[in-house]
Each structure stands twice: as C-alpha cells, then as structure tokens.
C-alpha cells in the first residue's frame, strides 16, 4: 500500500512559479513509477509529469514541457513537481499518482494506469 499526500499548492500570478510536493507512505516507493495529473474544472483530467523508479528517466505533457521539472528523493519518499512560468490555463487541481508491476513504464502511467491517487492540491494561476 502506497498513501499519497500532496502539499505546495496555492494562488500564484501569472508568470509565477510553484513547487508541489507528494510524500508517500510505505517501503516500497522506489519500485513505484510517480508523477502528476491534473484536473481543471469541467475539463478530463490530464497528464502532467512521469519520473521513472530511479528518477534517470522523466515524461511530461506537451503543454509543459520547458516550464515544469519533476523530480524524486527516495530516500525521503517524495516527489516534486517545480512549476514555473505559470499560465492561466494552468489552474487545476493536481494529483500526485503512482504505479508499478511487469512491464509497466512511463507510458503505462501516461495513460493513467495508476495505483494509487492522491486527493490533489489546487494550483490557481492569476491574471
């Protein structure tokens, strides 16, 4: 069993930047591919961020990619998502996620193949 709970987020101007934070309970994070969803009102929740188990290998969403960085600390059973150059249509909830088993990859996760969900952090970006 994994628990997720996600920390950092906030009300943020346009242009801003954000570090959101996911700690994870249990001994078995680092087998666990992480990363990030997100959710904006009326909206399907989309794909964010991957990190791979050793955090070597990252995946990110077109929409993100140059501004957002994720990460990984094993040995404190966390995850990060640094956020910056924030833009209106980054308001969203954000769900820190986790998932593993035979073959499961980035791509597994890029799909939403997760088991385990966090409850989300509200990012409220400003004009």
């Known amino acids: 069993q994994v628990h997720l709970v996600e920390s950092g987020g906030g009300l943020v101007e346009a242009g801003g930047s954000l570090r959101l934070s996911c700690a994870a309970s249990g001994r078995t994070f680092s087998n666990h591919i992480m990363g990030w969803f997100r959710q904006a009102p009326g909206k399907e929740r989309e794909f964010v961020a991957a990190i791979s188990r050793s955090g070597v290998n990252t995946l990110y969403a077109d929409s993100v990619k140059g501004r957002f960085t994720i990460s990984r600390d094993n040995a404190k059973n966390t995850v990060f998502l640094q956020t910056n150059s924030l833009k209106l249509e980054d308001t969203a909830v954000y769900f820190c996620?986790?998932?593993?088993?035979?073959?499961?990859?980035?791509?597994?996760?890029?799909?939403?193949?997760?088991?385990?969900w966090g409850q989300g952090t509200q990012v409220t970006v400003s004009s």
């Open positions: 996620a986790a998932g593993r088993g035979p073959g499961y990859g980035l791509e597994s996760f890029r799909r939403g193949e997760c088991d385990y």
